[in-house]
């Protein structure tokens, strides 16, 4: 670990200011960053403290969606009411991931940031172009069977980590920004990048972006939502396949429709393709295979993967069974 310059933000403006350059990080929970830069992935000059920013509050929006601070803490999000009533995707998802100690200090924001667990990102012994742009990747031709097989290219094929992600992508989540030209939102499908030939490229966050918060709308009226993920442990693993999936139904039918994919993708996984099939369509097995079919149509597995396009589908078909069966 490399020396660097440590300072405490108290306000937004404070902390916007101190993180000019990619040279600069903020820490929350500092479950990531930290262990980043243990194995010298990560090597930052100034650690900017934003824990005292008033930013760990879960409110309600005028039109009756919720509002998750930056640093709310993930333990705290997982077992809200409000979240566990009418988000439970999330709620579950959360709820899946890490372990109790690590829920406890990890931040909504700082998991919407958390690095790939790639084994060659994480081990500067090899090459990779998330970490060293140009270098190569190892992975291609290397132990690749926990990596992604949708929206890869031939610079990385390193898979997202997060389950918290996947359910706010289906959730339709919204990420709030501030920064010394103002504020923005983005939505999450929007936030995240495709690898392409820039893979160390990941979000569109620049130097000086504050995420300040997570907006969710208003819940579906007689929606249901499910998060499913299967992995090779039962506890404090990640995902080789999962999926949330939010829908309402109108008699047999579905009427609303959001499929997101965990474990499988280079960022969080939306398939319009999964939605296209379901909307209109009867709740059916058929119809859910279908979706599954649609979904992964366009998957790239490697040389140790390929099975996860299967227990993709499955783990689509098994959700929205378990969703239409709840509604």
Known sequence: MEAFTFTRATANAQAIAAQTSAAAKFVAGGTNLIDMMKLDVERPRIIVDINPLPLSEITTTPDGGLVLGALARNADVAHHPIVQRDYAVLSQALLSGASPQLRNMATTAGNLLQRTRCPYFRDTAHTCNKREPGSGCSAIEGHNRMLAILGTSEHCIATSPSDQNVALTA????????????????????FYRVPGSTPHIETVLQPGDLITGVTLPAPIAGGKSVYLKLRDRAAYEFA????????????????????????????????????????????????????????????????????????????????LTTATQTA
């Open 240 to 319: 080789l396949a999962s999926a949330a999936v939010v829908i309402k139904m109108n008699g047999t039918r579905i009427e609303y429709a959001r499929v997101a994919l965990g474990g499988v993708g280079t960022k969080p996984w939306r398939s319009l393709e999964a939605e296209a099939v379901l909307h209109g369509s009867t709740a059916d097995p058929i119809t859910f295979r279908r979706a599954a079919e649609a979904a992964l149509k366009d998957a790239r597995p490697q040389s140790q993967n390929s099975f996860k396009v299967e227990l993709s589908r499955r783990c689509i078909v098994r959700s």
């Open 171 to 190: 959730l339709d989540a919204s990420i709030q920004i501030q920064s010394a030209r103002g504020t923005r939102t983005v939505p999450i499908y929007d």
